[in-house]
């Protein structure tokens, strides 16, 4: 039989990887250069290139899938480089994107900065016309009218417009109209309608969402117009899919429609990867923890899923603080952030502790290990002094490290606390470790869940590091790391299938639902839908349907999601409906509101076919196998408050099944396993690494 | 013995109070009934030692309660001296001296014990859904119309519900599901708390009254520093707002004297028999909060960082009130007191100011649309003031954090059509830098019968000067069919009526070029 080879792309900010995967057997082949910000496209020629390369003649033919994320629609917004952007709206909410919420995301910050609207006060067109909040037409669209906006609109030489009408969500036939105006006077325009891709109430959110989706239109049609000509240029004939935040992929043509949907596309494959690590080793609760240069993310991944949102913040002023952003309605990873990664710098604060980050050294000078004339003591440094990682052999010895700057800087901090420079090193280490603890308990118990249910699966250069201290905190009992860690989200792009997600926002009381309709409605997303699925490929008999009804007692300004599935869905279901959410808010919040009337929401729909569990690992093995050290070397345990020898390993000499016990390091090119306390370490059949705590150490 | 507890350590403990005490806000927020509660985060959960001095606040709670609950939880100590508390106490009260000024907010706290030992209280304050008595307005004469008062009572005791009190509170409220929820909302944050602090006990096994007395230490010391930071000598400031037959004068004099600072409130016009009376629990949070935003906006929230300043406002005026002074509508007065500060502190510190703006207003409707009744509360934030650098925020909530609500929100609530929701250009005072534009909001009422309206508006007459030259701004306004209104009293508001709310514009800093 043929052979079958799929490919995955991602584009992060300083690297594009790439995995070649042979669909048939798992084995995967790697590929990585530099990101090519004038051409983002050049980079995933060449990674493509380099790795067909590797699999020899022939292999383009035998591509049959290609699968992509990238950042393109973040830096976009972040970096205000999107098109000149038009927003048509009901007259008197032109300011509405100006005023927003009202609130100040930092109560005490006097200087306090506000995200800035993509779309500039000129560019923003009233046009008098109204539905009500019951979904009726108070006032028809003035066709006369309608001709003088599309000629201003004209006249602004826009390349991008979007649509925003108050109450579109129950009534999109006003944003259509002018839709179909705009097009026929301007055929070339890229227009985007609110209704299409946010339909939910709430008009600043669902405005920010659509302006965005126009800004960055333009571009992205450009884009990826360009890539699939490349790919041809290369004779790769595989189908091109486009990851989204969700977690899902979809087609190219639904992509260049509602490119908003890309925005977390990178991260969310990552997530994807650890749920698949998880599930390849027979785990279904899995937090996700990934750490790199300047920050740490973690998700929870409950029964096999990935945590979604349905509200996201993007180009925030101040990266970590919420409500400094745009807010963006699409579906989403629910990922936490923190400023907290291998640069980031430790410092004395007002209050005479140790602060780390979320300042970050850049990768210039950088760490003062880097030996680039940084003087800051980072998290790196930090590492470095504790033993984790080998000067010799940081990004694979390309980059040697100097233990001696790293000794002077955290003396230079350890000396304001009375504290010697391994002291400070591994404050620095505690520290860090137990702010990332401390923003993952949070995260986890938002959710109602226990975090001894969960297994950490680890990622990024900073993640293996620093993960089973951060889970011994956390009091989980398995780390998993997984292979290829520095192109874990290119695993998830292999590990995803297609999604589609659909909203009707229509608020009714449980009790006066009116089911018949609500089973129409759900219906007519279905159909949507489909069409969406067939272009991911994925076949109608294989679509799994989840409905999700957003729900809280009436009055309450949160909700709780219930989901079910799509064929629960025929009559009257109010009382499984109402068990599902009751059980649910006691989950969560361990108690429940005795006689308050139940509200719904808003109703959700996904489809996609089932994600398979994906065992992959090297196509070509790699390195001798042997469960013999490399090294040995001093290296700080917590437990003895002191250093002590540690063997060290190289992580992909150990053949499926060794056993080791920590102390331990396992070293490969791109990150470092430390375990810094006793546990099981076991090589699993796909060469993931296992790591079994024993809980009998202290803090 | 007290132990030394290593920096690095308490970095990492405190770290962990702080996130323990912002899950269990989180948890709260989530199931609140109260509008307040969630949209504007007015709710604080507290940790305090077993003496009731703060060690850890909710990081995201308004400024309002700085400090109120641990002053709450001393006063519980004094009602319930530790001996006889118990596991299992839940303890209540909504007495607007002992808590923050106001009925609406029910406070409730829990000893937490470990080993045998009270070791610490866990408290949360929020503001209710309902409480009885007639809808907020500025108007009201005498605590008794604003609603039910709660002494200081035990809710549970050793586990056992006193069933008498949740009667009593739920036969005087409008929503009993929704205050009770929020209130065993409040009990269930206690306890996440409790639960929370046990964890982290056993596995640092550390003393908590040394725990306690070595953040508060740090963050005064981190006060007193800032403090040094400003030149000695006396600043005074007067501000002026509406009033009511005549207007109302807050005057300050601030001492800086080293590492310490006295603010001194006499001369402050007297209490009124309107809803608009400041507690001292109240004034010394806003106060407190005013300062910590120009000084030190980085240090956690606990007693030590309020100790090196002494806050004095004679008894019986508008900041010092007796009982049964109403205070429902406190913020209106207690929202001047961060700019205060700030205009007395000027001549001290130009760079790091703002000129006044206005706090916000707010409009609460009820009635029957459809044969149902409905019932919403918003907020109208305005413009604020220029600071020496840049211009004035537009339309934006301080000191308070109030958001708007969302146009097809308001509409799927309550039976109003919106007309706009604009920026009111222009109304900002002129100056070296403009002070920032307040609101335009109106819209038509579209029910089919009359509604009740209480505005609880401010800056109407009075506009928020400018500072240093600069130049006021432009007062508030209320329009309904055309015709400009002051109201403080509630009024009906008739099917078809056009409603316009204009929202003061800041001052202006420096004189205009």
């Known amino acids: 039989m043929r052979r079958q080879l799929r490919i995955a792309v991602d584009i992060g900010g300083t690297f594009t990887d790439g995995i070649v995967e042979d669909a048939g057997t798992g084995g995967i082949w790697v590929g990585k250069c530099l990101t090519t910000p004038d051409d ?53 909410t032109r300011d509405v994107c100006d005023i927003a919420r009202e609130l100040r995301y930092d109560l005490y910050d006097l200087d306090l900065e506000l995200p800035a609207p993509l779309v500039p006060h000129e560019q923003r067109f009233e046009l008098n016309e109204r539905v009500g909040a019951d979904g009726g037409v108070v006032q028809p669209i003035d066709t006369a009218e309608l001709d003088r906006v599309i000629a201003a609109i004209r006249s602004q030489k826009l390349d991008a417009v979007a649509i925003c009408f108050l109450h579109s969500y129950l009534r999109p036939e006003h944003e259509q109209q002018v839709a179909d105006a705009i097009r026929a006077v301007l055929p070339d325009m890229l227009v985007s309608v609110s209704a299409q891709i946010a339909a939910e109430p709430r008009e600043y959110e669902r405005m920010s969402t659509v302006a965005a989706n126009a800004y960055v239109q333009p571009l992205m049609v450009r884009y990826l117009e360009a890539l699939a000509g490349r790919l041809r240029d290369a004779n790769i004939g595989g189908v091109l899919r486009i990851m989204l935040s969700s977690g899902g992929f979809t087609s190219v043509e639904a992509a260049a429609q509602n490119p908003i949907q890309l925005l977390e596309s990178g991260p969310a494959a990552g997530v994807i990867s650890a749920t698949n690590t998880g599930a390849d080793a027979g785990l279904r609760n899995v937090l996700a923890f990934d750490m790199g240069g300047t920050t740490a993310k973690a998700c929870v991944v409950r029964d096999g899923e990935a945590l979604v949102k349905y509200g996201f913040e993007t180009a925030r002023v101040r990266r970590f603080k919420r409500g400094s952003g745009l807010p963006i309605l699409i579906p989403s990873i629910d990922l936490i952030e923190i400023g907290a990664g291998g640069g980031s710098i430790a410092s004395i604060n007002r209050v005479g502790t140790l602060a780390v980050g979320p300042e970050s050294s850049s990768s210039v000078p950088g760490p003062a290990c880097y030996g680039l004339g940084g003087e800051d003591a980072t998290v790196t440094d930090a590492d470095l002094m504790l033993g984790y990682l080998n000067p010799d052999r940081f990004l694979g010895g390309e980059m040697k490290l100097h233990k001696d700057h790293a000794e002077r800087a955290l003396a230079r901090l350890g000396d304001k606390l009375g504290k010697a420079a391994a002291e400070t090193a591994w404050g620095i280490c505690s520290v860090v470790n137990e702010a990332m603890a401390s923003a993952a308990r949070v995260h986890i118990a938002e959710h109602g869940h226990d975090p001894r249910s969960f297994s950490m699966v680890a990622t990024g250069g900073a993640g293996p590091v620093h993960a089973v201290d951060v889970a011994r905190r956390l009091r989980l009992a398995r780390v998993l790391c997984p292979i290829a860690v520095g192109a874990g989200s290119c695993l998830g792009l292999l590990a995803s299938t297609a999604r589609v997600d659909r909203t009707w926002a229509h608020r009714s009381l449980l009790a006066e639902t009116d089911w018949a309709e609500a089973a129409a409605a759900l219906g007519r997303l279905r159909e949507d839908g489909l069409a969406e699925l067939a272009g991911g490929g994925a076949a109608e008999s294989d679509v799994g349907w989840l409905v999700g009804v957003n729900m809280r007692y009436l009055g309450q300004g949160h909700d709780v999601e219930v989901s079910l599935p799509y ?69 700080y345990l917590p437990f003895s408050g002191g250093f002590a020898e540690a063997p060290v390993y190289d992580r992909y000499a150990l ?28 090589i699993l059949p796909n060469l993931t690494v296992q790591i079994d705590l024993q809980s009998k150490s202290k803090q | 013995m007290s132990q030394k507890i290593d920096p690095f350590a308490l970095e990492i403990i405190w770290t962990r109070l702080i996130s323990i005490v912002d899950e269990a806000a989180t948890t709260f927020v989530r ?47 004094k009602r319930f001296p530790a001996e006889t508390l118990q596991e299992g106490d839940v303890l209540i009260t909504n007495d607007p001296w002992m808590g923050t000024g106001h009925v609406h907010d029910i406070t409730i706290a829990t000893p937490v014990f470990w080993r045998g030992t009270l070791v610490a209280f866990a408290g949360i304050t929020s503001h209710m859904p309902d409480i009885g008595g007639r809808l907020r307005s500025s108007g009201i004469r005498e605590i008794y119309e604003e609603g039910l008062q709660i002494p200081m009572l035990k809710l549970v005791e050793a586990g056992r519900t006193n069933s008498v009190i949740v009667d009593f509170i739920a036969q005087n409220v409008r929503v009993p599901e929704a205050t009770m929820g929020d209130v065993w909302g409040e009990v269930a944050a206690c306890h996440k708390v409790s639960e929370r602090l046990h964890e982290l006990l056993d596995e640092t096994e550390v003393a908590f009254p040394d725990l306690s007395r070595e953040i508060r230490a740090r963050s005064e010391a981190a006060m007193r520093e800032a403090i040094r930071q400003l030149p000695s000598g006396e600043y005074r ?42 507690v001292p629990n109240y004034t010394s949070a806003y106060t407190i909060y005013g300062i910590k935003a120009m000084i030190c906006p980085d240090i956690p929230n606990n007693q030590g960082s309020s100790v090196p300043v002494s806050i004095f406002a004679p008894e019986g005026c508008i900041l010092n009130p007796r009982y049964p002074a109403p205070g429902g509508a406190r913020g209106m007065i207690g929202h001047l007191l961060p700019v205060a500060v700030m205009g007395a502190l000027s001549a001290a510190a130009p760079d790091r100011v703002w000129a006044p703006g206005s706090g916000n207003s707010a409009l609460t409707i009820a009635g029957q649309h459809h044969g149902r009744p409905y019932a919403g509360v918003y907020f109208w934030n305005a413009g604020q003031g220029a600071s020496q650098k840049r211009d004035g925020l537009s339309v934006i909530s301080f000191p308070s954090n109030l958001s708007n609500t969302a146009i097809e929100q308001m509409e ?53 000067p400018g ?28 099917p078809g009526s056009e409603v316009v709310i204009e929202t003061a514009g800041g001052g202006g800093f420096g004189a205009p070029a």
């Open chain 1, 40 to 92: 983002p496209g050049r980079g995933v020629s060449t990674v493509v290139a380099q790795m067909l390369a590797q699999i020899g003649e022939g292999a383009a033919a035998e591509v049959v899938e290609v699968v992509h994320a990238t950042t393109l629609v973040t830096n976009t917004i972040i970096e205000r480089r999107g098109a000149r952007t038009g927003l048509v709206l009901t007259t008197g």
């Open chain 2, 412 to 464: 799927a609530s309550v039976p109003i059509r919106v007309r706009h929701r604009e920026i009111r250009r222009g109304s900002g005072g002129a100056g070296a830098h403009r002070g920032g534009d307040g609101l335009k909001f109106a819209f038509r009422f579209i029910g089919d019968s009359p509604a009740v309206c209480s505005f609880i508006m401010t800056r109407m007459k009075i506009a928020p």
């Open chain 2, 237 to 278: 400031y007067d501000i002026e707002h509406d009033g009511f037959e005549d207007k109302i004068l807050i005057r300050a004099c601030i001492k800086v004297a080293e590492e310490s600072m006295h603010i001194d409130f006499t001369g402050t016009s007297p209490q009124l028999p309107r809803a608009v009376n400041v």
């Open chain 1, 655 to 682: 053949a499926p099944g060794t056993q080791l016990a920590g102390p331990l390091i396992l070293e490969e090119r791109e990150s470092t396993i430390v375990v810094a306390q006793p546990a099981e370490v076991s």
């Open chain 1, 567 to 635: 064929a629960a869905f025929t009559g009257d279901v109010a009382s499984l409906v109402e068990r599902e959410f009751v059980a649910r808010y006691k989950h969560i919040y361990g108690l429940i509101v005795p006689d308050a009337p139940i509200e719904i929401v808003t109703w959700r729909l996904t489809g996609r076919p089932p994600r398979d569990r994906r065992s992959f690992t090297w196509a070509e093995a790699r390195g001798g196998a042997g469960s013999a050290p490399i090294a040995r070397r001093p290296i």
């Open chain 2, 31 to 77: 199931t609140a009934f109260s509008s307040l509660a969630r949209e504007a985060n007015d709710y604080a959960v507290v940790i305090t030692d077993a003496v009731g001095q703060a060690v850890a606040q909710s990081s995201v709670s308004i400024p309002s309660f700085t400090g109120t609950v641990p002053a709450t939880i001393r006063y519980f100590l």
């Open chain 2, 467 to 494: 500072l240093q030259g600069g130049e006021a701004g432009l007062p508030g306004r209320v329009t309904i069919d055309g015709k400009t209104t002051n109201i403080v009293e509630h009024i009906v508001l008739q």
